[in-house]
């Protein structure tokens, strides 16, 4: 199996806006987000389907969404943290966790043509890593 482009940014060969890693997972902002703080948490292990996860893993990536989702509450100040799985971008499993206010909000989903505002994902990252460790 070639390696994903989330294995890459794992291994550190892809730059990433990193918010969060431990041992089995690891937390990023997404390129594209659908709102600011748009965040991936994704197993280090490989592995297409999140239902394929080896039983500590799946509950690892639990684990680390509910931490993303309560640091993302506690600096955007939104309604509510959305969580969705999706499994169609990229063949590695991955949550996507991000803050809205509306239903309209949570299901918009972005232009994948448009390039990535890398001063804006810069600036979100440091809100969130700066206002405490997740």
């Known amino acids: 199996m070639t ?3 989330f294995t890459k940014i794992i291994k550190d ?17 997404t390129i594209n987000p659908s709102q600011p703080g748009h965040t991936l948490v994704i197993p280090k292990k490989q592995i297409d389907h999140i239902d394929d996860l080896e ?9 680390t969404v509910h931490k993303v989702s309560k ?6 100040k939104r309604k509510r943290i959305g969580i ?3 499994g169609i971008e990229v063949p590695h499993a991955h949550v996507h966790v991000l803050p809205f206010d ?9 232009d994948p043509e448009n390039q990535p505002d890398l001063s804006a994902l810069e600036e979100v990252a440091k809100k969130i890593t700066e206002s405490a460790i997740i």
């Open 3 to 5: 390696d994903s482009v």
């Open 13 to 29: 060969e892809l730059p990433s806006f990193k918010l969060y890693e431990d041992d089995k997972t690891i937390a990023i902002l």
């Open 71 to 76: 640091k993302l509450k506690e600096v955007f």
């Open 102 to 110: 509306t239903l309209e909000e949570y299901l918009f989903v972005p």
């Open 84 to 86: 969705q799985v999706v």
């Open 55 to 63: 039983p500590e893993d799946y509950q690892a990536v639990w684990s």
